[in-house]
């Protein structure tokens, strides 16, 4: 009994800790602002694809001219995935359809995208889609930008 109680005890503690770091992590990654909830799905095939299927939710930053992408449920603390400003394509925008909006945030937009020849969709609430085309539009003078 008391063998049990030990063990039980452990594995509260183990989770307990578990969830202290993964909010942790959240927490500085967040931390010198320019964040917002992006989810993104990598390689994404010519014909639309609606199934819902390949889609992470995650957190942007912006860090100077990259922004830098995270998954939420990982202890990770590197970006899953970093696109350069002047290597971003915008090729147009959507909004979720069929199983995807089961997949997606409730108010998402989908910004279909093309990143050093990897065809690539995020998707993000208005407010972060404005700020996102804002920022992709304030690139240097000399860079080139596509934005539709």
């Known amino acids: 009994m008391v063998l049990a109680l030990s063990v039980c005890g452990v ?12 909010g942790l992590r959240r927490r500085l990654i967040q931390r010198s602002g320019g964040t917002f909830d992006c989810s993104l799905r990598w390689n994404v095939p010519e014909e639309p694809d609606t199934s819902g ?6 957190i942007a930053r912006y860090n100077g001219d990259r922004i830098e992408w995270f998954r939420v449920f990982s202890y990770a603390p590197r970006p899953r995935r970093v696109l350069e400003r002047s290597a971003i394509e915008v090729a147009g925008r959507r909004a979720p359809e069929g199983e995807e909006e089961l997949a997606l945030l409730s108010d998402a937009v989908v910004l279909a ?3 050093r020849g990897t065809r690539l969709e995020l998707a993000m609430s208005e407010d972060a889609l404005t700020g996102f085309l804002a ?3 304030a690139a240097p003078p000399g860079q080139r ?4």
């Open 11 to 22: 594995v509260v503690a183990l989770v307990l800790v578990g969830l202290f770091v993964f």
């Open 53 to 58: 299927k390949g889609w992470g939710y995650g």
């Open 113 to 115: 995208c093309h990143h």
């Open 135 to 137: 920022w992709l539009e």
């Open 145 to 148: 930008v596509n934005v539709a």
